[in-house]
């Protein structure tokens, strides 16, 4: 069965499992112990943490072992944090941080600190003219990934390294995505990254912080890792972890395999719009990750998508409100401005058959149609103007329709994603050009997905304003 999620866990990679099993029989022994098994423990350990700082590209004393990347990323944001306090207490962050630097910025916010968040570009990318500007004397910290978990954007984290360096701002840079595919670039300050994201073991994480950054490690400290993270180190675990990460960065190989990897997801990002109707594929088309393509797909419940891929042998995720129990649209593609619904992010892991990816690109068009149609969409519809559903078998009753002296008002209440932006869609051109069509929704996915439905086809987007319950979203026919 194909597994296109390595974004979220490679899998463990067979030198990592090598090294796994081995450091079980050698390196079980306490570390910090002076008798053998402890000296045999301790070998272990300072070798694993050279290789992994030369793949980082720092000082095997500049970092760390911790129990997870997002423990990294806590006590990177918190210890930089605290170590600049006298400097001041605010938290500049891009807006599409994975969520362990957004919930570190709740937890300073809470004690008082200010967090302000940098804008994205509808690629996802921040601009770092805005960092400039963003940058105030109160400015303690700076996070910026290196590349963006959900849909691959890399950010320009060495030309924001270098204003950070001029403003003496430190920068952290989360790099659990693209660690494996090469060292960071640029003057950071710190780096946290997560050995289960290239293919190491879960439960490993990593901290860099270079010589000359004001850390105050927070919280209980014990004399392990420097005081940085404290606990019994997970010796097997570690050694694995950096095996895996010098195994995929050795050699030519290393570069061969990104760029077969760069090819097959450029088919799929040229295919996918030309198989499936309505689809638009989000993220950076060239500065982006090797191995991750994201699209979304209009019309499309994305749970139910995800679902039906898995039934077919395809193991994907998704960014879509439909898949999450919060209802909730993921904050990247809020960021962003692109459609949310039916959201598919493909990862490709080391190895991946170019064959697999043939033959997904063979199943999607039929599954998507297959979910459409269960929605009442005929998949070859454009949806441009009122669908002709018969012999269809909608899931959800159709939203009322009425008619308003200031044109159709649709009571999409109650319906989740996608349902809001079918109707609108079959209900469009009932009015005439120059008319509007009001949807009224209480399900969060319509605030995003209705402005994305309008540039994706041509429509005008006039607005929101309140309503009894939920919101009123407002969209001109152009055409």
Known sequence: MPYFDAASAAPLHPVAREALLASLDEGWADPARL???GRRGRLLLDAAREA????????PDELVFTPSGTQAVHAGVAGALAGRRRAGRRLLHSAVEHSSVLHAAEVHAAAGGSVAELAVDRTGRVAAGDVAAALTPDTALVALQSANHEVGTEQPVEEVAELCQEAGVPLLVDAAQSLAWGPVPGAWSLLTASAHKWGGPPGVGLLAVRKGTRFAPQGPRDEREAGRSAGFENIPAVVAAAAALRALRSGPAADTEAARLRELVDRIRTRVPELVPDVEVVGDPVRRLPHLVTFSCLYVDGETLLH???????SVSSGSSCTSSTLTPSHVLRAMGVLSEGNVRISLPYGTA????????????GVVRSVRERLGVRAAEPMAGAADTAGAAPQEPVAAVAEEPEGVVVDALGRRCPIPVIELAKTIGQVPVGGTVTVLSDDEAARQDIPAWCGMRDQEYVGERAAERGAAYVVRRRA
């Open 308 to 314: 039906e891929l898995d039934r077919a042998g395809f």
């Open 35 to 37: 008798y053998r098994e």
């Open 354 to 365: 170019e064959a697999d990816v043939e033959r997904f690109l063979e199943v999607l068009p």
């Open 52 to 59: 992994a700082a030369e793949a980082v590209g720092c000082r």
